[in-house]
């Protein structure tokens, strides 16, 4: 058995009557680092929180290490630790006694050495005798994340790790997510920047309005997702793209007076530079320029286009 | 198999050890209030009223109203305890932590009402030594006291956490005590025998619960009771297990924990 998370036919309708997940498949491998990738709203909160026990689901079977969540709901929970996308926190609690309420919660025994271990990785140490109502926003979410660490989980969940987050504690972050993985912890995050999810994942799921709409290598996922378009302003219109061009993925707009080239920008020779060498040649001029990566909204309508 | 079913009594420690630092942090508060409103009701009730009653039951009037004072501060600690710990992690967000870990509603339940009921009991016994100060005691019947004591108090924190978990607002998490309970107990006989009231109320007396608590509790201490101590005691019991069934309700469908 090589998946950790194994989510098969989840629906969830709330008690409003919406339906915010529509039949989720998805297997989450052992060790990995597992981006969820969709727009607000998309549903990865409610998906997450089904899986964590949060919300209920309404139909379908969730397992984390061949437990159901149902019915072995210990085994299932005591596994998972969460950094919710919201800073909730008991405000009136010292670090120290919240982070090792979390570990008794878990039903782990007290282990000084391993919450001090923690603290210190997060930089929290000096402040562990702070209540966290004292703390700064960063301080805070440092705090979250200590208390989803400090019962040792083998799957760590983080809600939109990184939305208002600083530059430093982002990069404290990323290290810690590394030297988590080395350790075999799976990781899931959730976010809706596609930087985010190509810096640190190493699959991704795209999911919009309640649905996966894909899984994929990040590798394969950048070269379908990291397309980047050139638009020139032509000084003349023309009639139809040269044939001498017809090697470039190049459109001509109704009017012919704007030529639109899509490339990849991962690939080694994206051909930028010969496509204008090659228009030159051909004596076609241009008054302006603009390039631009696709929008996440404009990948999702590619995405949407492409399944059937 | 084993694994799984194991109960999970590091998590039902955690929860109630952070309960009683909350309490113990506002040790002052905690202590202080009690001892000056129970001093204050003695100054009020015991001299002004007690000039005018000096007995009832054959009992001194400042003895007398000992068990209600304690009853009353035991039911509206209990409800106001229980309602609060569970409201405030609904309130603030900070309740994901304890839906994801793995821990069982009657875990959660135990260790969140245990704390309540330690707390409220903690309390009645800290206003039963400052009326000693005030008034001769006796306690005729400790085990009984004891015991109604400790079924108040849980039955009581049930209750509170019942209204916890339905409260949206803050206004709903007071609006039962204020509304139904602090008159229940006014009305319960906490500072007048029901033998004292025209015949129609004693009647309309005998739906209030709160007076089965009182008078079980009073006789607890004197030997003398408005009713009788089973009945007080079936009573009490009753509404333990109403409050259980509705728990146990709670537990089935996740109301209002769970979306
Ligand atoms: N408790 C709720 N009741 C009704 N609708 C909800 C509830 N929680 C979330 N939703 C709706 O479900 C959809 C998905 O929400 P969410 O899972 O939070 O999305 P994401 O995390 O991808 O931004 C949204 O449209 C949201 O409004
Ligand atoms: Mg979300």
Known sequence: MSSIISISGVTKTYATGFKALKEINLDIERGEIFALLGPNGAGKTTLISIVCGIVNRSSGTVTVDGHDIGRDYRAARSLIGLVPQELTIDAFETVWATVNYSRGLFGKASNAAFVEKVLRDLSLWDKKDSKAITLSGGMKRRLMIAKALSHEPRVLFLDEPTAGVDVELRQDMWAMVRRLREDGVTIILT???????????????????????????????????????????????????????????????????????????????????????????????????????SSLEEIFVSLLRQEP | ?????????????????????????????????????????????????????????????????????????????????????????????????LLSAPVSYLEIIIAYVGGAATKSIMLGLIILATAA????????????????????????????????????????????????????????????????????????????????????????????????????????????????????????????LRN
Not at chain 1, 204 to 219: F, P, Q, S, T
Not at chain 2, 16 to 45: D, G, H, N
Request: hydrophobic share 50%; glycine share 8%.
């Open chain 2, 133 to 256: 100060l005030f008034v001769p005691l006796r306690i005729e019947h400790p085990f009984w006291m004891i015991a109604f004591l400790v079924l108040t108090a849980v039955t009581f924190s049930l209750f509170g956490f019942i209204i916890g978990i339905w409260a949206k607002t803050f206004e709903q998490l007071q609006l039962v005590p204020l509304l139904i309970v602090t008159p229940l107990t006014f009305l319960g006989g906490s500072f007048y025998s029901i033998h004292m009231l025209p015949g129609i109320w004693k009647t309309i007396t005998l739906f209030n619960p709160v007076v089965y608590l009182i008078s079980g509790f009073r006789w607890s201490f004197y030997g003398k009771a408005d009713v009788s101590v089973g009945v007080s005691l079936g009573m009490t019991l009753l509404f333990l297990a109403i409050c259980i069934a509705i728990v146990a309700w709670i537990f089935r469908t996740g109301y209002r």
């Open chain 1, 191 to 293: 976010t809706h920047y596609i930087e985010e999810a190509e810096a640190m994942a190493d699959r991704v799921g795209v999911i919009n309005k309640g649905e996966i709409i894909l899984v994929e290598g990040k590798a394969e996922l950048m070269r379908k997702l990291g397309r980047k378009q050139m638009k020139l302003e032509l000084r003349a219109p023309l009639a139809a793209v040269p044939d001498g061009l017809s090697h470039y993925s190049l459109e001509l707009s109704d009017d012919g007076s704007q030529l639109t080239y899509t490339y990849d920008n991962q690939s080694d020779r994206p051909g930028v530079a010969s496509l204008i060498r090659d228009l030159e040649a051909a004596g076609i001029q241009f008054r302006d320029l603009d390039t631009k990566n």
């Open chain 2, 1 to 97: 198999m084993t694994l799984r079913a194991a109960p999970n009594f590091r998590a039902v420690w955690a929860i109630y050890r952070m309960e009683m630092a909350r309490a113990f942090r506002t040790v002052l508060q905690s202590i202080i209030s009690p001892v000056i409103s129970t001093s204050l009701y003695f100054v009020v009730f015991g001299s002004a009223i007690g000039s005018r009653i000096t007995e009832i039951d054959g009992i001194a009037y400042g003895a007398f109203i000992v068990p209600g004072l304690m009853m009353l501060s035991l039911l509206t600690q209990s409800i106001s305890n229980a309602s609060f710990a569970i409201y405030f992690p609904k309130f603030v967000g900070s309740i994901y932590e």
